[in-house]
């Protein structure tokens, strides 16, 4: 099942800069895409989401783009800190309504590391 | 903050063995979902829980599983007759009104390893 790719496994950043982390999806279908972050021992954790009707959403340090013609979407985060090392996990939804928002097809997840 | 407690955080079992893992959601959640990771793969959807009934299941999700929320609070996963690939991490999850966001409250998982 190849319907959302993280075709990094790992990213290493230093404290300060800007994390890029990618994904691809190929299902047409899907229309709201999402952000989780997992840290060892822990279950994932939303950080942040999209509808397909938009091509940018921010909160705070973080900003999701989506391009839809590209199929490809991107998470932002500015400046990088060494708490943000974890994994992170890009999902997606078609969305019939009611339970269906909550079934994801996750992505394989990036490794982010960020130095001090 | 209310959190997705799961119990056990790891059990051991023969294969042919029945399992059942449990999790209990935050309190004034109405859709329930079971997630797994099998070591090096995806996070995977198995199920969808909502008003007392299945609403989705994947291909994984076949006659050995079942869920139940047996008393309002836990929500329990069965694997009737465990198979060495049911190995894994299973992720219970909730939520709520967020659910239109996409964001689910996952607990720390329940490591399955069937020997």
């Known amino acids: 099942d190849q319907q959302v790719k993280q075709n990094s496994p790992s990213l290493s950043v230093q404290e300060g800069r800007i994390s890029i982390l990618n994904c691809d999806y190929t299902?047409?279908?899907?229309?709201?895409f999402l952000w989780y972050k997992k840290y060892p021992a822990e279950g994932p954790t939303f950080l942040i989401s999209?509808?397909?009707?938009?091509d940018k959403n921010e909160d705070g340090r973080f900003t999701v783009f989506l391009n839809k013609s590209a199929k490809h979407l991107s998470l932002h985060i500015v400046p990088s800190q060494p708490g943000d090392s974890a994994v992170y996990f890009c999902?997606?939804?078609?969305?019939?309504?009611?339970?269906?928002?909550?079934?994801?097809?996750f992505g394989q997840g990036t490794i982010l590391t960020v130095h001090p | 903050e209310p959190e997705v407690t799961q119990t056990p955080s790891h059990q051991v079992t023969q294969m042919g063995q029945e399992v059942i893992l449990r999790c209990v959601p935050i309190s004034n959640h109405l859709y329930f979902y079971w997630y797994r990771q099998i070591l090096g793969q995806k996070v995977e959807f198995l199920v969808s829980f909502y008003n007392n009934e299945i609403s989705e299941k994947s291909e994984i999700f076949d006659d050995q599983f079942s869920v139940e929320r047996p008393d309002g609070s836990n929500f329990t996963l069965k694997i009737r007759s465990t198979k060495l690939e049911d190995s894994a991490m299973y992720f219970c999850a909730s939520s709520g009104w967020t659910v239109r966001t996409g964001e689910l409250f996952f607990g720390e998982g329940s490591r399955l390893t069937v020997l």
């Open positions: 299902n047409s279908m899907f229309d709201y």
């Open positions: 999209i509808s397909s009707i938009k």
């Open positions: 999902a997606a939804s078609a969305r019939a309504g009611g339970t269906s928002y909550g079934k994801l097809t």
